[in-house]
């Protein structure tokens, strides 16, 4: 919604695979007058036949992590994006080395809050389709660079910067 609001000229779509929150969107972006977005109910392990080399950006936010099958996932934003085109993934800044995360003696590390929350809710929620990778959201920055490289993106890069959440920005190969 915020890019749609800061990019007036841009044309947006915004899907998640939740009825309540998507109408809860429309709703919002109805109060807020935002008329450049429109929210689908779209599974994004199976976007639309007709979207392949549709969109010039792709952005999933803190959500790749709760996706059964990530890389079924990575494969689709891939398939719908144009060559070249860019796709930002925004996940809880973490090593996918868990060892280092919990065994880190920094008590505001984003680790300490992630793995309990990850254990009984994104974990479970990751699992609920059969051959689930369960990532949860202490995947990590080295395990999301291998499937998004597994999937046809060309990672640019990885910022770790902000102590919340980090960026990975990935390319669509061009052929
Ligand atoms: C942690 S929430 C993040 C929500 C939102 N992106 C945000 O930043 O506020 C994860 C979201 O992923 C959605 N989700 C889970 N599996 C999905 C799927 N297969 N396709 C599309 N959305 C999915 C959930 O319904 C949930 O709204």
Redesign the pocket.
């Known amino acids: 919604m915020k890019i749609a609001e800061d990019f007036p000229q841009s044309s947006v779509v915004s899907?998640?695979?939740?009825q309540e929150?998507t109408e809860h969107c429309r709703k919002e972006a109805s109060l807020r007058n935002i008329r450049n977005v429109h929210f689908e109910l779209?599974?994004?392990?199976s976007l639309p036949k007709d979207w392949s080399e549709r969109f010039d950006y792709v952005i999933?936010?803190?959500?790749i992590h709760?996706?059964?099958l990530a890389s079924q996932?990575l494969l689709e934003i891939n398939r719908s994006l144009k060559p070249g085109g860019l796709f930002s993934m925004a996940e809880f800044n973490i090593s996918s080395n868990l060892g280092k995360v919990i065994s880190s003696p920094d008590s505001k590390a984003m680790g300490r809050f992630a793995f309990p929350l990850s254990l009984y809710h994104c974990v479970p929620?990751s699992m609920s389709s059969e051959d689930s990778l369960a990532l949860g959201a202490c995947v990590g920055a080295e395990r999301l660079q291998k499937i998004a490289e597994s999937t046809g993106f060309v990672v640019k890069k990885v910022d770790r910067s902000d102590p919340k959440f980090m960026h990975l920005l990935c390319m669509k190969k061009k052929e």
Request: proline share 6%; charged share 15%.
């Open positions: 899907i998640d695979i939740c929150f779209q599974d994004a392990m999933a936010n803190n959500t709760d996706i059964p996932a929620v």
